[in-house]
């Protein structure tokens, strides 16, 4: 271990204690503050911050995160970024709802309960846990990928209390998917480690709600629609969903049967690379084609960047306050 310093973060006023040899962010994490992130790699800038004051070193990170020109004007990545000295951090994205409601990531380990094919590359991994493993609805965990020191993050589709339900893509040459093509069988031990992520659902039953997913971004929001179903939310609520093809779409029926629970509930897939009997054209190009003035409604978003930043980008168009949209912009690796 090495030294200890303390963080401040402003303009929130609350200070933490990080060793040398951990991230800012995973201090932060330990300590229960939860912190905006994403990917905890260096690739998403969800976690960039302005260093107002103290000696930093960051670890490798991609320029489309961190462009060279707001390095040295003093932005870090608080995932790659390590203390050398104390620091005072201004956080540029927060949400106070969640700063201090952090659960603490551990390390549990757990058993292959089930593989289950979805699609033609969507697989369904259910794992039982062997200890307790607490977490919000729509947060992630880190999988460790058998043999390796290597992580792969996929956020949780199931409520808390029972077993860990996953939707995950597979890849060629990916490092984790690719055991998923017949490799991880169950009775297989797996590690996972957190929680982690901020795509929490937020009290404000007045509000309407977007949820918004493409590709395996269906996980963490379909974890959200059955937390909704659970307590009988009166809320409306519309689920848009893009894939590319109708073998792309899976979950149907239960997704139907999740929306009798709800007062005012509409599921709307859209196919961006075929006609058929859905909605045709990117998810974005449906959602405005649907939703008007959005000034009073949250919106609760997951899959790739592109995705993501289009909707960040029409969701504000039509009123929706950007610190009301919550998502999670997932990367993907292809490491083998």
């Known amino acids: 271990m090495g030294d200890k310093h303390r963080i401040r973060f402003e303009p929130v006023g609350i200070e933490i204690e990080a060793d040398e040899d951990e991230t800012v962010l995973d201090a932060a994490f330990r300590q229960g503050v939860q912190l905006m992130h994403g990917c905890k790699e260096g690739q998403c800038s969800s976690c960039k911050s302005f260093l107002l004051d103290g000696d930093q070193q960051m670890e490798r990170y991609s320029t489309f995160a961190l462009a060279d020109y707001e390095s040295e004007e003093g932005y870090v990545l608080l995932c790659r970024a390590h203390a050398y000295g104390d620091l005072t951090v201004e956080l540029i994205n927060y949400d106070e709802e969640m700063l201090l409601s952090g659960i603490p990531p551990r390390e549990v380990g757990t058993t292959v309960a089930a593989v289950e094919p979805m699609t033609h590359d969507i697989v369904r991994l259910t794992l039982t846990p062997g200890d307790e493993l607490p977490y919000r609805t729509g947060q992630y965990v880190d999988i460790q990928v058998p043999g390796s020191g290597h992580w792969r993050s996929f956020s949780m589709a199931q409520v808390p209390g029972g077993p860990l339900e996953f ?170």
Not at 209 to 217: N, V
Not at 245 to 259: S, V, W
Not at 280 to 291: M, S
């Open 167 to 336: 939707l995950i893509k597979r890849y060629p040459g990916g490092l984790f998917s690719g055991l998923l093509d017949g490799a991880l069988r169950p009775g297989d031990a797996l590690t996972v480690k957190g929680p982690y992520g901020t795509c929490v659902l937020r009290d404000a039953p007045d509000r309407e709600l977007i949820l918004l997913a493409g590709g395996a971004g269906m996980a963490p929001i379909l974890a959200q629609l059955r937390g909704l179903a659970a307590t009988r939310s009166g809320r409306r609520t519309r689920f848009y969903y893009g894939a590319r093809t109708a073998r792309d779409l899976f979950l149907l029926d239960e997704i139907a049967e999740l929306g009798t629970r709800l007062a005012d509930f509409a599921f709307v897939p859209a196919l961006s690379e075929e006609a058929g009997p859905y909605e045709q054209g990117l998810i974005t190009e449906i959602v405005d084609r649907h939703e008007g003035d959005l000034s009073n409604a949250d919106a609760y978003l997951c899959g790739p960047p592109p995705m993501c930043d289009a909707a960040l980008e029409l969701l504000t168009a039509k009123g929706m306050p950007e610190e009301r949209i919550f998502l999670d912009r997932f990367t993907t690796s292809t490491d083998t």
